[in-house]
């Protein structure tokens, strides 16, 4: 794959990025060239910011190609190690001051077990963090937040088609202006679109770098397997419990625990285990005991809550 349009890539770093030119930049980045780019491009930035030369940080890309481009067409020289070694600590040292230098201020939104909260971004964009979750922004750059746990995000849209970023430990989400979930629980991302149009960027080492989405689609990733799960779902079922219910269509009770311990961090034991591969349909208000009362009715079974365990028998 060819490098794309340098116009591309300047406008890509610079947050101004059609949906796109994106998914272009961000598909060439996951090959060798693109990972050879992209480390050029940190040490440049890295380079302008500590000296002072460019307080913006921006960088030339004309430039980092161009310079790629000779080095690549030089013959390859061997450096003794202590020589590298040498390098590595300078380029270290040089990130470590300008990091100091311009810390940025940190917004830190976060829920408790049985809690959700609502937050109107400076952009105009609306959050709405589910129980047990984190998500932490920049004040001075609100488009771009870092999740644990679970939200739903209505992006706002911007005249000049800034890019919004939701980041996980597994991906990244990529969008413009459209509704979606994600869930980060469990060692995998999930990500439901509801309206709208989103692109998720996969680590460099998966088979499939990007990943493009339509309303209606449900994607599971898992880093640690490298597994990509692509399904069409009905969005409602994974966002009702911003609407404070819980909509089951033939669930099996093993997932709704997993809800259930996931929102209200009790878990659960089962004298018959068979009995959480039996599937539950219909919908209930969020509260756990309205929902053990339904299990209870639904399978004639007992459960009994002590500390933070229910018990079945």
Same mark, same amino acid.
């Given at each position: 794959?060819?490098?794309?349009?340098?116009?591309?890539? /300047?406008?890509?770093?610079?947050?101004?990025?059609?949906?796109?030119?994106?998914? !272009?930049?961000?598909?060439?980045?996951?090959?060798?060239?693109? @990972?050879?780019?992209?480390?050029?491009?940190?040490?440049?930035?890295?380079?302008?910011?500590?000296?002072?030369?460019?307080?913006?940080? !921006?960088?030339?890309?004309?430039?980092?190609?161009?310079?790629?481009?000779? /080095?690549?067409?030089?013959?390859? @020289?061997?450096?003794?190690?202590?020589?590298?070694?040498?390098?590595?600590?300078?380029?270290?040292?040089?990130?470590?001051?300008?990091?100091?230098?311009?810390?940025?201020?940190?917004?830190?939104?976060?829920?408790?077990?049985?809690?959700? /909260?609502?937050?109107?971004?400076?952009?105009?964009?609306? $959050?709405?963090?589910?129980?047990?979750?984190?998500?932490?922004?920049?004040?001075?750059?609100?488009?771009?937040?870092?999740? !644990?746990?679970?939200?739903?995000?209505? $992006?706002?849209?911007? !005249?000049?088609?800034?890019?919004?970023? $939701?980041?996980?430990?597994?991906?990244?989400?990529?969008?413009?202006?459209?509704?979606?979930?994600?869930?980060?629980?469990?060692?995998?991302?999930? $990500?439901?679109?509801? %309206?709208?149009?989103?692109?998720?960027?996969?680590?460099?080492?998966?088979?499939?770098?990007?990943?493009?989405?339509?309303?209606?689609?449900?994607?599971?990733?898992?880093?640690?397997? %490298? #597994?990509?799960?692509? @399904?069409?779902?009905?969005? %409602?079922?994974?966002?009702?419990?911003?609407?404070? #219910?819980?909509?089951?269509?033939?669930?099996?009770?093993?997932?709704?625990? %997993?809800?259930?311990?996931?929102?209200?961090?009790?878990?659960?034991?089962?004298?018959?285990?068979?009995?959480?591969?039996?599937?539950?349909?219909?919908?209930?208000? @969020?509260?756990?005991?309205?929902?053990?009362?339904?299990?209870?009715?639904?399978?004639?079974?007992?459960?009994?809550?002590?500390?933070?365990?229910?018990?079945?028998?």
């Amino acid at each position: 794959m060819s490098a794309p349009d340098y116009k591309h890539l /300047q406008r890509y770093f610079r947050e101004q990025a059609t949906l796109e030119e994106a998914q !272009e930049v961000l598909t060439w980045l996951a090959t060798a060239e693109g @990972q050879r780019f992209y480390s050029a491009y940190l040490d440049e930035r890295i380079r302008k910011e500590s000296t002072g030369a460019n307080l913006t940080g !921006e960088v030339d890309i004309r430039m980092v190609i161009q310079t790629i481009e000779s /080095q690549t067409r030089q013959p390859k @020289q061997l450096y003794p190690y202590y020589t590298v070694a040498a390098a590595i600590v300078l380029l270290l040292l040089a990130g470590a001051v300008f990091w100091i230098n311009r810390t940025p201020e940190w917004s830190t939104l976060s829920t408790v077990y049985g809690e959700t /909260q609502s937050v109107a971004l400076a952009d105009g964009t609306q $959050v709405i963090l589910n129980a047990n979750s984190v998500m932490r922004y920049r004040t001075e750059d609100p488009r771009e937040v870092w999740l !644990e746990g679970e939200a739903f995000f209505q $992006v706002k849209h911007t !005249e000049a088609d800034a890019p919004f970023h $939701v980041n996980t430990s597994d991906l990244v989400v990529y969008v413009l202006g459209t509704e979606f979930n994600v869930n980060t629980r469990r060692a995998k991302t999930d $990500v439901v679109l509801n %309206q709208g149009k989103v692109v998720l960027s996969l680590p460099a080492n998966n088979a499939d770098s990007t990943v493009e989405m339509q309303p209606g689609d449900r994607v599971r990733y898992s880093k640690a397997k %490298q #597994t990509v799960e692509k @399904q069409i779902a009905n969005p %409602q079922v994974y966002t009702a419990w911003t609407q404070g #219910t819980m909509i089951l269509n033939h669930t099996p009770l093993r997932e709704v625990f %997993q809800r259930i311990e996931d929102i209200y961090g009790v878990r659960v034991e089962a004298s018959d285990p068979s009995v959480l591969g039996q599937e539950l349909s219909g919908q209930v208000d @969020q509260d756990l005991e309205l929902i053990i009362l339904l299990i209870e009715k639904s399978f004639d079974i007992t459960i009994t809550h002590r500390a933070n365990v229910l018990y079945l028998n």
